[in-house]
């Protein structure tokens, strides 16, 4: 028996695939369980729509993502450290603390999407990478400025 699957089954395949199973496995298990529903011809009409209707929201998602890259890749994001005689610096700025800067600006990114999770720690300006949404990429510009201990 052809079956639509609604969410990801083990061994047996993901959310929105057709699969062919036995008939007793599909009536005593999936479907009874709301894991799957028969292939009908209505269920596949539903099935496009639903397809189609993420594809959709998958692409203004995407559209977001590049617009807030835009945004942030014209941005500079500066750090005061304290730093030594030889202009070594002292500690460093974390992703976390990236991160917290760009939400007191109105702007809200996961630390866990940089790209670059090695901390900031020298003068000037450091580029870094952060993943937005599948395939958008935004470099921001942190730089950090020293200040005699």
Known sequence: ??????????????RG???EVSDGYARNYLIARGLAV???EKSMEILSEQKEAEKELDEKR???AQELADKLEKMMLTFQ??????????GSVSTKQIAQQLQKQ???VDKKK???TYPVASLGVTKVRVELYKGV????????KGSEA
């Open 38 to 40: 028969a292939s009908t």
């Open 137 to 144: 990429v935004a470099t921001l510009n942190v730089q950090l």
């Open 17 to 19: 695939e057709i699969v």
């Open 106 to 108: 109105g702007y809200k």
């Open 114 to 116: 940089f790209l670059d």
């Open 81 to 90: 450290v304290n730093t030594g005689k030889d202009g070594k610096v002292f």
């Open 62 to 64: 995407r559209q977001e």
């Open 1 to 14: 028996m052809k079956v639509i699957l609604k969410t990801d089954v083990k061994k047996v395949g993901k």
